[in-house]
């Protein structure tokens, strides 16, 4: 009798450690939940380790780069409500007012300085000029921003309350796609030369 309780237990811990975790299968289906789990006999432990040592290329328009560590690129965080990512501000860099519709966001600096903000929805202000060991919350879906604030480059590591925070920039949401400008124009009351400059500055047409 004990010998069966004991292959009993065996088999149960064996079928129920693949419901500890769903370490994303990127080659599979993505749904709102995230993506579908690997094979537990396909999971290692490079599933769970993801390095964020390298600095990201600065070389564009905001002088500002965020490498990833979400389920995309970190596939052991799916369907644990958590990710992690990398801030890299060159002087003059600026990550430009941009929301996360699935997360809030955790920052913490950890070189150089950074003016960090965001508006909540009855359009106060929370501003920030944050220092090597601080950290900001920025709530979700609020709008917010990061800006190098003096002469250095500036590293700082965002966490999120998501695998799959999203990401929506309101500069390339209004001037980086088709929207016509007459549209943009009477929704934000620029002028015609100011939304066109914009528009060709980041791409957009119409």
């Known amino acids: 009798m004990l010998q069966i309780f004991f292959l009993f237990s065996l088999l149960l811990f064996s079928s129920s450690h693949a419901l500890d975790f769903c370490v994303a299968d990127p080659k599979g289906p993505i749904g709102p939940s995230g993506y579908?789990?690997?094979?537990?006999?396909?999971?290692?432990?490079?599933?769970?380790?993801?390095?964020?040592?390298?600095?990201?290329?600065?070389?564009?328009?905001?002088?500002?780069?965020?490498?990833?560590?979400?389920?995309?690129?970190?596939?052991?965080?799916?369907?644990?409500?958590?990710?992690?990512?990398?801030?890299?501000?060159?002087?003059?860099?600026?990550?430009?007012?941009h929301t996360h519709p699935g997360a809030s966001e955790l920052l913490l600096v950890v070189q150089g300085h950074i003016l960090a903000g965001f508006i909540s929805s009855d359009n106060s202000v929370y501003l920030k000029t944050l220092k090597k060991g601080d950290i900001m919350v920025f709530p979700q879906g609020l709008l917010h921003f990061q800006i190098n604030a003096k002469g250095k480059t500036a590293i700082a590591f965002p966490s999120f309350s998501s695998p799959d925070p999203g990401l929506q920039i309101l500069d390339f949401?209004?001037?980086?796609?088709?929207?016509?400008?007459?549209?943009v124009e009477k929704t934000t009351f620029l002028d015609d030369a100011t939304v066109k400059a914009l528009k060709a500055v980041l791409g957009g047409t119409g």
């Open 36 to 97: 579908s789990c690997k094979i537990p006999a396909k999971v290692t432990v490079e599933d769970f380790v993801f390095s964020l040592g390298k600095a990201g290329n600065t070389s564009n328009i905001i002088k500002a780069a965020v490498t990833p560590a979400f389920a995309a690129q970190f596939p052991g965080v799916n369907g644990l409500g958590i990710s992690f990512a990398r801030l890299d501000l060159a002087p003059g860099g600026v990550i430009p007012m």
């Open 173 to 183: 949401a209004l001037f980086a796609n088709n929207l016509p400008s007459a549209i």
